[in-house]
């Protein structure tokens, strides 16, 4: 099993809402920054929200307001809260867990990513 691994992916009309989580039970989580990324049929993978360690969180502009990124350190899972879907959404979601070491180089965790779905 993967260090990462996502779930909560499916079909919804748009409009609708998903949750998605991202699970690392093998990693000290706390110390890691969490992302989701996605990509959509035909195009480049893109970042779609992070929260670093510390709890500082990013979004796309393209999700902002619509879209929200949490983390339980105690349950070492991430999750991604997706309101107001648009069939733009539709995308393969993967979750990132990233580590920079002090002395150079850095972890990077991939998840197997979870298929999202907008349509009616």
């Known amino acids: 099993q993967g260090r990462v691994v996502e779930s909560g992916g499916g079909l919804v009309q748009p409009g609708g809402s998903l949750r998605l989580s991202c699970a690392a039970p093998?990693?000290?989580?706390?110390?890691?920054?969490m992302a989701w990324y996605r990509r959509a049929p035909g195009k480049q993978r893109e970042l779609v929200a992070q929260i670093t360690y510390e709890g500082h969180t990013t979004y796309a502009d393209s999700v902002k307001g619509r879209f929200t990124i949490s983390r339980d350190n105690a349950e070492k899972t991430v999750y991604l809260q997706m309101n107001s879907l648009k069939p733009e959404d539709t995308a393969v979601y993967s979750c990132n867990a990233h580590f920079t070491r002090a002395r150079g180089g850095a972890y990077d965790y991939w998840g197997q990513g979870t298929q999202v779905t907008v349509s009616s």
């Open positions: 093998s990693l000290a989580m706390d110390i890691y920054d």
